[in-house]
């Protein structure tokens, strides 16, 4: 500022670049001060400076979004695209990621008819112009099949849950923590459907494959458990369920407060096992 005109591009760099660096340290009412005065600087001193001002917009934006200020980051990300638009090429890779993160917005907002809109776009998007990146594809099938999922529309969320596991079991190494929480996911979807014998049979497969690669993870074992004694539950197979039950009353007891509201509800599961036994 001492050295340079005061509407040299420089400066605008590196008022960006200490709002990155605030950011990245958790200082967000620093990195909002800072990232607003970058964006107006270069809206003001180079409006055709597309990636400069969407570097800004991004720092805006996330600073928003920690700060759980989605209504304020949204109009931000919504701007970002835009910009990404018109200065990338059609099929560029980041047009797709700018996408996703407007779906993921959407879907945060509860805007769903705009989070299926763009989720479907970004699935097409990947599709098209990255076949084998299962990593993005995954993730757009995920966000689409949440929000179908939030509008109750589970018959049209299932098959892209089961897309979804398919894409990880290419993707990932056999063993990944993953995997076990996308077969949780689908025996959880298959249950609320009231398909149980997909979901008894996905349920023990997850169970399973989360005992043998991370037996540590209490959260999702218990989900797991939880899911496939609800399948026992509704099959009228008592016997079955009570075992998980005490199994998962056990699991939160060790994971969670001792007051937690979870340990409750597992005690009145297990209540309801021994009473129709």
């Known amino acids: 500022r001492k050295a340079l ?16 660096a605030y950011f990245e340290l958790g200082m ?5 001060k800072m990232a607003k ?5 270069f809206k003001r001193v180079s409006p055709h400076n597309h990636t400069e ?9 996330s600073t928003y979004d920690q700060l759980a200020r989605r209504e304020d980051a949204l109009p ?8 990404s638009r018109k200065a990338l090429p059609k099929d560029h890779h980041k047009i797709g990621e700018f996408i996703y993160n407007l779906a993921c917005k959407y879907f945060k907002l509860r805007m769903h ?7 479907k776009e970004s699935l097409a998007f990947f599709k098209r112009i990255s076949p084998h990146n299962h990593s993005e594809i995954g993730r757009a099938l995920s ?8 509008l109750e529309r589970r018959a049209d969320a299932l098959p892209l849950w089961e ?8 993707a990932l190494p056999k063993n990944h923590p993953k995997i076990g929480q996308c077969m949780c996911n689908l025996a959880c979807k298959y249950f609320k459907l009231g398909m149980n014998d997909k979901a008894e049979k996905t349920a023990k497969q997850s169970l399973a494959f989360l005992k043998r690669v991370s037996p540590q993870n209490h959260t999702e074992i218990d989900r797991a458990l939880s899911i496939l004694a609800s399948t026992y539950n509704q099959l009228e197979r008592h016997d079955d369920a009570l075992p998980l039950w005490e199994e998962s009353l056990r699991l939160r007891r060790k994971a969670l407060p001792k007051d937690h509201p979870k340990i409750g509800i597992t005690l009145c599961n297990v209540a309801c096992a021994y009473f129709e036994l």
């Open 5 to 20: 005109p005061k509407d040299h591009p420089k400066i605008g760099i590196t008022l960006c670049n200490v709002a990155c």
């Open 28 to 32: 967000y009412n620093k990195a909002e």
């Open 37 to 41: 005065e970058s964006l107006a600087f």
């Open 53 to 61: 001002i969407g570097r800004a917009l991004s720092i805006l934006a």
């Open 76 to 83: 931000l990300w919504e701007e970002r695209l835009r910009l």
């Open 113 to 119: 008819a705009k989070a299926e809109k763009m989720a």
């Open 143 to 150: 966000i689409l099949a949440s929000t179908y999922d939030q």
């Open 163 to 170: 897309e979804s596991l398919r894409l990880r079991r290419r």
